[in-house]
């Protein structure tokens, strides 16, 4: 994760981009082994779906080039993942999640759901995720 600052400030520049076309400000990206696979911003005012959250986008444009399995890949991410897209990261294994603000209300990792790193979903979406919050440059 030697990247992990510029990745976030990427993150940071894609969300910007979301709010400014109305969109919640969040941002994300996909790498593997330190290369960026896919980016994204939150979609889910103008593509008027409410599935469109910026880690779901990345997952789909991930999965042209990865496929299904995604264990090696390290998802950046603004904000701390809902549990819709906490589902879509355990179903395609993203072993790490780095996100910046935690998602108290409805996070899959510091809410009552916390569906990253649970023990208690189908044995085929592999081990609980490394969950990261990312600590401000200084």
Known sequence: MENAHQFMARCQQLA???????????????????????????????KQDVSCHAEMEVIREARKTLGKDMSKAILYTTKEPCVMCSYAIRFHKIGTVVFKEKSAELGGLSSAYNLLTSDNVPKSWGSPVQCIQLEQEE
């Open 16 to 46: 910007n981009q979301a709010a400014a076309k109305g969109n919640s400000a969040v941002g994300s990206l996909i790498s593997v082994d330190n290369e960026v696979i896919a980016e994204a911003e939150e979609a889910g005012f103008t």
